[in-house]
């Protein structure tokens, strides 16, 4: 277990840690002790018909949920629900590569799905919350697979989902795009197999992993429009090594690649032998399908395909030259759609 | 100089080796005794008005445009045009890295730019075929980069100009893009900086080359659409170990960086002291602006927001899934679509 001061309270708190015993892991071994880092905001009314839970996306933490997603008068709005934010497992909050027990610490953290992380969630609703449903599972990216393999294994506890730009089963292309990621890190003299002392030995690699995510996580739309302008840079460049290269400077190298390996494997069609149609069919909840328009690893495309495999469920795309990076709310057209479909959402009667 | 017997005859002929004399460049120093590569098909006619120049892109040699474009009945067609194929400054036919004389190999090889290639073509052009002008220039990528360079650089000798999926002034975003796949080649331990003893020592680099490529190159659509199982490869991992890592492994890496560093600085409006709206004014040909409807680092938009500019000009989007990387020749439906385009500009009558 080494220490890493960025995943701390200050910068990403207030969050309560839950220790939600041990976890058994699909692909084997288990995460005693495993502990899911958690911010709630609202107040769980006496029905418990009002819960919300936003699962967190790759190298995200509930804090970019609550100041980006979460607010008064906004859909996900703390004065009407009681909304969860759960940080996935290898986060950085939660138990993750750079903070695990003895014998799981760094490269030899156990390898992480989805549906460990969801039934790890599901056990905290449970148990410690009381809850026997959701008003709405909502995520973007790797939240909106965890909102998938919600949807899908407990189809009866779910009654509303969002899935912001991502999909139920990862695509081989996607799966690819994540590779070149990993690459990026473990290709770096200094990540030494997992065994480095600190991020700042790994800062080439972070920094090409950080060049990848501006090669494909904005648009080319984006700035042609000269929106990382507005932004405050006068360049790309230095978009890339001041904004991009600084924002994943400091996080911990296991964790991005236990969640990048976590991600590639997202696939709901686990639960159907391989049948996508079949694991979607399971699906009860009215579900929302919201890609953003320019997504260049989670397009429209990719999305609406699987849209078309749920019953009663609705295609809203985002339209925003954000591209995917539009998740972290640099676009306030894509938060105004967002909270208007959000808003119709949570706003439709379920059975 | 290293020998590389990728670039032969065998490979890549018939090409004749044409000495132009010493090549000052526009970034400094020369290259003394540059030789181009050219393959020609066809016959020049009495009146020397059936020229068509067509310059290669990024790893391609004269050889692909001889398979996928060139033929009997098709736009280029060698019964009617005499059709000059000049393999670009560094693509390992010509002089390059690997081959260059005493004090330029390797790293060593001077900074070549586009219109350091567009003033060796015209010079060939002229002392060797002279030639006063060109019926048509014509390429796809870095091709296309020279072709508007010609354009520009030489207005009077251009009298029609296809620019295929690239840009007059590459993006900032392209930019990025080309410098991943400079890292992903450079950071391998094995290319000692530049002083690899040959490719395979810099494998592993390449090959994240390669996924690069298979990442951006192509398209979610053309994945989705199984088209690499159309080509064979029963899943796209193998698509990118199988045939992606086996088209860059044996290139030298030198050239490859040499070409990418090329790329990156395509820029016409350096003409114009960086008025791009300025530098496009100075054409004179009639001028097809033709990007690839999925393309993801020489979008359409990138190449509407240029034809704008350009007087007389049409924007003639070819509409496939392959992407950029369907300048391969994968598709049919694009090539189809191509010739219609160069047909119907080959018989406007231009000034």
Not at 181 to 197: C, H, K, Q, V
Not at 310 to 319: M, Q, T
Not at 339 to 349: F, G, I, M
Request: charged content about 20%.
């Amino acid at each position: 277990m080494s220490t890493n001061s960025y995943y701390g309270q200050d910068g990403h708190g207030p969050f309560e840690l839950c220790d939600i015993g041990t976890l058994e892991l699909e692909d084997g071994g288990a995460l005693p002790g495993c502990q899911l880092a958690v911010a709630t905001h609202g107040t769980l009314n006496a029905a418990k018909d009002n819960a919300i839970l936003v699962p967190t996306w790759y190298s995200g933490t509930s804090k970019i949920m609550e100041q980006v997603y979460i607010g008064n008068g906004r859909a996900l709005d703390p004065a009407k629900y009681f909304i969860i934010v759960v940080n996935q497992i290898g986060n950085g909050l939660s138990t993750s590569p750079h903070n695990a027990g003895a014998g799981q610490g760094g490269p030899d953290f156990p390898k992480v799905r989805i549906g460990d992380d969801v039934r790890a969630q599901h056990r905290l609703l449970t148990e410690k919350f009381g809850l026997e449903s959701l008003a709405l599972v909502v995520g973007g990216s790797m939240g909106a697979q965890q909102t998938y393999e919600w949807a899908v294994r407990y189809p009866d506890f779910v009654r509303r989902a969002a899935a912001i730009a991502g999909t139920a089963r990862n695509t081989e292309h996607d799966f690819l795009f994540a590779d070149t990621l990993i690459e990026a890190i473990t290709s770096d003299p200094g990540f030494r197999a997992g065994r480095y002392a600190t991020s700042a030995d790994v800062a080439a690699g972070l920094k090409r992993h950080a060049r990848l995510w501006t090669v494909m996580g904005w648009s080319t739309d984006f700035f042609r429009a000269d929106r990382h302008k507005a932004l405050g840079f006068d360049s790309v460049q230095s978009f890339v090594d001041t904004f991009m290269t600084g924002y994943f400077a400091p996080m911990d190298p296991n964790n991005l690649i236990a969640m990048a390996w976590k991600w590639q494997r997202g696939d709901v069609s686990r639960h159907a032998g391989g049948d996508l149609a079949a694991a979607l069919g399971r699906i009860r909840a009215k579900t929302y399908v919201m890609p953003i328009s320019h997504d260049m690893f989670f397009p429209p495309g990719d999305c609406e395909a699987e849209q078309r495999l749920i019953r009663g469920s609705e295609f809203r795309p985002l339209k925003s030259i954000a591209g995917h990076l539009g998740l972290f709310g640099v676009d306030p057209e894509l938060l105004a759609q967002l909270d208007a479909h959000l808003s119709e959402l949570l706003a439709t009667p379920v059975g």
